[in-house]
């Protein structure tokens, strides 16, 4: 991850390796966050794996807060599936 920008508070991340599959869902999670001004991002080009992430907040909560919170999340949901698909697939099996 590469961070880009002059002032704290609006910051463009450059995420590698990565497409909207991340990209929409982190800005869903960052959006929840009232102190989020706009969250957006773009896939450079369709052919490199590459996203631009940009996040604007208002006052002088860093960028990169928001940014780290709808990564943890984020983590939170998936984890969340997962233990309740295994759950089910257990009861199934069982």
Do not use: W
Not at 10 to 17: K, Q, R
Not at 18 to 37: C, I
């Amino acid at each position: 991850v590469q961070a880009d920008g002059t002032d704290g508070n609006c910051v463009t991340f450059v995420l590698h390796d990565e497409d909207h599959t991340l990209g929409n869902s982190l800005r869903y999670m960052v959006m929840k966050n009232p102190d989020v001004e706009f969250c957006g991002y773009c896939i450079t080009h369709p052919s490199e794996s590459k996203i631009n992430f940009r996040i604007q907040t208002r006052g002088a909560l860093p960028a990169v807060e928001p940014f780290r919170k709808g990564l943890n999340d984020l983590m939170g949901v998936c984890q969340h599936v997962l233990n309740t698909f295994e759950v089910r697939l257990f009861l199934k099996s069982s």
